[in-house]
């Protein structure tokens, strides 16, 4: 394994801690409750943001204005019901995630995506998705 695909899983799977502890601390009903539902949904919407933002240098090496068209798209929904209706925002964001993904496998938009990123963002999908359906749910 490459040290690049090292760093990324290191990245990628740790950055499942702010989904999942959250999401445990909020189903056992922890007194931390509040801030746990606030890591999560925070933590939800700069992953989106960053995941949309990333499809900026591919669509721009790839010459596809589609994937800025739904970038865009994608970030302004999260930002607006992050913002304006956030009792549905962890539903939303689980939602969102998913979405993310299954577009990303899209072999239209995104047609050069390793094997190995699309095994590591399924897992990282599941997770997280579940995590913030769990905040949903149990907040």
Known sequence: MNDSRRVAN?????????FVVPAVLVAVDSDHTPLALRIGDVYAFGIIAFLTGSWWG????????RVLLLSNLYFLVA???????????????AILLMSLF?????????PDITAHYRKMRAILTLVASASML????AG
């Open 10 to 18: 290191l990245l990628g799977y740790c950055g499942l801690l702010p």
């Open 58 to 65: 591919m669509s721009l090496h790839r010459t596809n204005g």
């Open 79 to 93: 930002l607006f019901i992050f913002l304006f209706a956030s009792q549905w925002w962890s539903l939303v964001a």
């Open 102 to 110: 299954f577009a990303e496998n899209s072999s239209a938009l995104f």
């Open 134 to 137: 769990t905040l949903y749910l």
